[in-house]
């Protein structure tokens, strides 16, 4: 269970929605996002951080501070590499002429032991005050982020005439500042800077444009409970995926946050898109929307849906959202499917050697002992095969009562699109009981034969409503054979 520290600084995080280039301003011009006041901001930043005492002024040497004005006037020029405002992330995949290698570990741990930052270190989730602040004066300082998370810089509680600006730089770890953004609001309002950073070393950089023995806070709040595809918080930084049927699991770490991601049928396939909670009962959390010209339609939950008649070159988006009637837990997450709608082109599911029971008798439509060998090939809409995608052959091996009781068992297709593998039944005791003639060997013997009546089953495991047996017709008869013994 999460700490209520943990809690309120996901609150300070939600916060962020009305600050800084990057942060996560005007997303949903449908849909505006509720705003906080600069009252209730104030408050949720201060519970979310532990207070680190007062600091002493110290001068900054004339040649760090020419760094951070270069870096600054670099960013002016638009000339920044600053990493904070990338527009879209593309997944890649390497080929023989650009494997991928691990690193090597001694030259990592040497490189972090040797980097030394620019200025002081001081700890994140942390509060600080400086006072006896005078005009011109600048104040930096240094924090490390482990991993990925989701911060808010922040400046805040300025005396009365005061007029501090805040930046935030990064250092590419050779001690050169980058600039990422500046707050710089009039007066003594609060300074924020918010949205995702990847791991790295960063720098406050708080300069006092009016002060006389004027005192201010400042700090930043870090949430590492984030998923692999942030930033991705507005349309413009949708994350995109690759040509395939893609499933990816994710979390809103905030009210605020919305997750962008985009599909591109490069041949005018058939789109395939759902969300759902991995069965864990929690998908009322989220929200799950799709772009339909200039307006988000919403997926209602449990359903799936596959766009078909687009154009060579569609892009589909769509984004998940938190939903506001319900309470969030950040730690739950969402399965989203996107990309090439799947079509099941051929299947095959066969026993092992036995004597099969006749339709006149029983109708069973697959009979097997102890294995069942299972095959399966699939394509998107236009034939391409699909490889990576999980196909599963279900198995109820006796029917018992009303409902059905599967046992799962899953492949995977290869580049061809193609599955082939086997399930292992095991033993059975008989509910049923036959004698079966049979001559197929040339010689006439009565089989006294035992089986369950089941049933099976082919699905996706990345999009539902695809494969063998439906609402309609639900499974194919099976007959699981238990015993069969010659009867003289």
Wanted: hydrophobic share 40%; with cysteine; charged share 20%.
């Amino acid at each position: 269970m999460k700490s209520k520290k943990a809690f309120m600084l996901g609150a300070a995080m939600a916060a962020t929605c009305f600050v800084s280039a990057f942060a996560l301003a005007e997303q949903y011009p449908s849909q505006p996002l509720p705003k906080l006041s600069a009252q209730a901001l104030k408050q949720a930043v201060e519970k979310a951080l532990k207070p680190g005492g007062t600091l002493e002024s110290k001068p900054i040497s004339a040649q760090l501070q020419q760094k951070l004005k270069a870096a600054m006037a670099t960013k002016a020029a638009g000339q920044s590499k600053a990493v904070a405002g990338k527009a879209a992330k593309v997944t890649t995949v390497a080929t023989v002429d650009s494997e991928v290698k691990k690193p090597d570990q001694d030259t990592l741990k040497t490189a972090v032991a040797e980097f030394v930052p620019l200025f002081p270190t001081l700890d994140v989730n942390t509060l600080y005050t400086i006072s006896d602040v005078q005009t011109g004066q600048a104040f930096p300082y240094h924090f490390n982020l482990p991993q990925s998370a989701r911060v808010l810089v922040q400046l805040i509680d300025q005396s009365a005439g005061a007029d501090m600006s805040l930046s935030l730089f990064r250092d590419d770890g050779q001690g050169n500042p980058q600039l990422i953004d500046t707050s710089d609001n009039p007066g003594n309002a609060d300074e924020y800077l918010g949205g995702v950073l990847p791991a790295g070393d960063y720098y406050w950089y708080m300069v006092a444009n009016t002060a006389d023995n004027a005192q201010f806070s400042f700090g930043v709040a870090v949430d590492t409970n984030i998923d692999a595809y942030e930033p991705n918080d507005t349309p413009q930084a949708s994350f995109v995926l690759p040509d395939a049927l893609n499933r990816v699991t994710g979390n809103i770490d905030n009210p605020n946050d919305v997750d962008y991601f985009a599909f591109q049928a490069t041949r005018g396939q058939n789109v395939a898109m759902s969300l759902s909670d991995d069965k864990k009962g929690v998908r009322d959390q989220w929200i799950f929307e799709r772009l339909e010209g200039n307006n988000w339609v919403v997926v209602p939950a449990g359903t799936s849906l596959t766009t078909s008649g687009v154009a060579p070159g569609y892009v589909a988006q769509v984004r998940v959202r938190a939903n506001p009637a319900v309470v969030q837990d950040p730690t739950a997450q969402y399965r989203l499917t996107l990309g090439s709608a799947p079509r099941l082109n051929t299947f095959d599911v066969k026993g092992d050697n036995i004597v099969r029971v006749p339709y006149s008798v029983f109708s069973l439509a697959t009979q097997t002992a102890r294995t069942l060998n299972w095959s399966t090939q699939w394509s998107d809409s236009t034939g391409a095969p699909l490889l990576g995608v999980t196909p599963i052959l279900r198995v109820d091996k006796r029917f018992d009562g009303a409902e059905f009781h599967w046992t799962d068992f899953k492949a995977t297709t290869n580049s061809a699109g193609a599955s082939l593998a086997s399930a292992g039944l095991g033993e059975c005791f008989g509910e049923y009981r036959v004698v079966i003639p049979d001559s197929s060997t040339g010689v006439a013997y009565n089989w006294d034969t035992t089986f369950n009546f089941g049933g099976w089953r082919i699905e996706l495991d990345e999009f539902p409503g695809v494969g063998v047996g439906g609402d309609n017709v639900p499974y194919v008869s099976l007959g699981h054979i238990c015993t069969q013994d010659i009867k003289h």
